[in-house]
């Protein structure tokens, strides 16, 4: 943490396209002294995520260390223990009719993955058994499973990096059902996935790219598939925003412009109408069984990178989204990440408002202007800030109603998969428990000062406001690696399930380093060292 400013301009430069060799010609004092112009600003907005922070702090003090595993607090009254560890990958539980239980590995993990097998797994009495694997019938990564009328269903990639929903029957055959996603080119794919008491399949698909266009964020994915970019549910009219960008496709010090909901280096216009697809992005899509490709629709819209879903016992929906990334290009500098209530064709404010639905243009979310790319309208250079990107009022879109949030996370804790408590929980049952992956310091907001996320929340949707309670966390709030203890605690929890036996059911994906210098050394791949065989599945219960 002593070496934070330092690495705050590595950081921003390495992650923009610039490379190590680039920071020879940037200005950096011109970066230091913008950001002390415009540290005010800055300042509001930290001290809302500081007592944020503050409150979390306070609530995570009443947690107690587990016997078994005294580096995990969670409430007094209940136990955690291993299922199995030792998995590569692993991002979802499902259980089958009987009751046994399985776990998917993804083969993947935002890149190739040398040895990686995309597969599902059957675990009994702490031994995993290969029982399906999809090696060269998907293309990885599978990010959501789950069981119905005797077959997994699965989200994963095509092998022209679309994304599909499979459905994958005890003896391996996969039929697809949807596919075609576009925004799976980029770097957010589908992700969970469950059926609906009306019995139709509900399925989570992230947005293209962070902020609306395809930026240096996604330079790896833009490289692998350039007409990747972020789609829409609904018709919508554009403000012609373009920012302009080295042209990484060519690996020149080329200057190109690119727009929104477009390909990279696509330029586009004032009133400029982007049509909806029935399978976009940013989406949850609901589809028949019998008939998938006929009848999938978008049944709300507007997320970013929307994770799980689950339904309470009254039948309300609720979904969890990732928020965005105050990275360079269209840098969003938001407080929170949103866990929401969902309504059936509402809008949910990508990319135009925050996760508590302010607008990104107030003053109080400004980031360092040196972080936003250069701007134009019709070719004419424009202030460098943030800017709408939909003309709201010719789309028919209005500022999401705050009433939709079910809860607010601290900016970066990645809110993932998410479940509902049984009965048999007691004072916790019919409440909504999510797993937070946690943030990648220094990539997705070069500004953090400390991680976010890491651990299992907790929200009341029946009390009053939106409060996101910590509910298992390590004793310091990082991954257990970060503090020297590679499996003797909570790493990175993406999937959170109740099991059959009234116990949740934890899957923690593996340990993970941003490495920047891939960027540089592997010709712009995604700048995270992922570790294969550090990936658990943990069970807890009352005691």
């Known amino acids: 943490m002593k070496k934070r400013n330092k690495m705050l301009i590595g950081t921003a430069a390495v992650v923009s396209g610039i490379g190590m060799a680039g920071l020879k010609n940037r200005k950096i004092l011109g970066v230091l002294k913008d950001g002390m112009t415009e540290n005010i600003t800055m300042t509001n907005t930290m001290v809302k995520e500081k007592m944020f922070g503050v409150k979390q702090e306070v609530a995570s003090q009443k947690l107690k260390p587990s016997s078994n595993f005294p580096l995990i607090h969670l409430p007094e009254g209940f136990e955690i223990e291993k299922v199995i560890d030792g998995l590569t990958y692993p991002t979802s539980v499902a259980w089958d009719d009987e009751g046994a239980l399985y776990v998917a590995e993804a083969g993947g993990a935002f890149k190739d993955e040398e ?56 003896d391996g055959e996969v039929t697809r059902l949807i596919g075609g996603i576009i925004d799976a080119k980029s770097d957010h794919q589908p992700n969970d996935l469950r059926v609906g008491r009306d019995g139709r ?18 330079m790896a994915a833009v490289k692998r598939s350039p007409d990747g970019h972020p789609t829409t549910a609904k018709d919508i009219v554009l403000t012609g925003i373009n920012i302009e960008l080295p042209n990484f496709l060519k690996d020149s010090p080329e200057l190109i412009q690119t727009g929104a909901f477009v390909p990279f280096g696509t330029v586009t216009r004032p009133g400029q109408v982007i049509k909806g697809r029935d399978k976009s992005g940013g989406t949850i899509l609901a589809f028949d069984l019998d008939d998938p490709e006929g009848t999938v629709k978008p049944y709300a819209w507007g997320f970013r990178n929307i994770i799980g879903i689950a339904w309470n016992e009254a039948d309300e929906m609720f979904a969890a989204v990732n928020g965005y ?24 404010g990508w990319p135009d408002f925050t996760a508590n639905f302010d607008p990104v243009t107030d003053e109080k979310y400004r980031p360092v202007s040196s972080a936003i790319a250069p701007v134009y309208i019709n070719g004419e250079r424009q202030e460098r800030k943030i800017y709408f990107l939909i003309d709201h009022k010719a789309s028919g879109l209005k500022q999401p109603d705050k009433s939709l949030i079910a809860g607010l996370h601290e900016v970066n804790s990645s809110p993932s998969k998410i479940d509902i408590s049984p009965a048999s929980w007691e004072e916790y049952a019919n409440q909504l428990f999510i797993a937070e992956f946690g943030n990648m310091e220094w990539l997705t907001n070069p500004a953090r000062d400390k991680p976010a996320g890491s651990r299992i929340s907790l929200i009341n949707p029946n009390a009053k406001g939106q409060q996101v309670q910590p509910f298992i966390q390590n004793e310091e709030p990082v991954p257990a690696s970060h503090l020297g203890k590679q499996g003797e605690g909570i790493e990175r929890p993406y999937d959170v399930k109740f099991g059959p036996d009234g116990a949740m059911y934890i899957v923690d994906f593996s340990t993970l380093r941003v490495n920047l210098n891939r960027l540089a050394r592997d010709n712009g791949a995604f700048p995270v060292d992922f570790h294969m065989k550090t990936g658990i599945v943990w069970k807890v219960t009352k005691k």
Do not use: Q
Not at 142 to 169: C, N, P, Q
Not at 201 to 218: A, L
């Open 325 to 348: 990334d105050n990275a360079p290009g269209r840098p969003i500098k938001d407080v929170y990440d949103g866990t929401y209530r969902v309504e059936k064709d509402a809008w949910y």
């Open 115 to 170: 040895g990686a097998k995309a597969r599902i797994l059957r675990i009994e009495n702490g031994e995993a058994t290969e029982v399906i694997d999809l090696t060269g019938k998907i293309y990885p990564a599978i990010s959501g499973m789950t069981w119905h009328d005797g077959a997994f269903y699965i989200t994963h990639r095509e092998m022209d990096l679309s994304g599909a929903v499979s459905k994958v029957t005890v």
């Open 201 to 218: 399949m509900y399925v989570c698909v992230g947005i293209g790219g962070n902020s609306g266009f395809m930026d240096e964020n996604v």
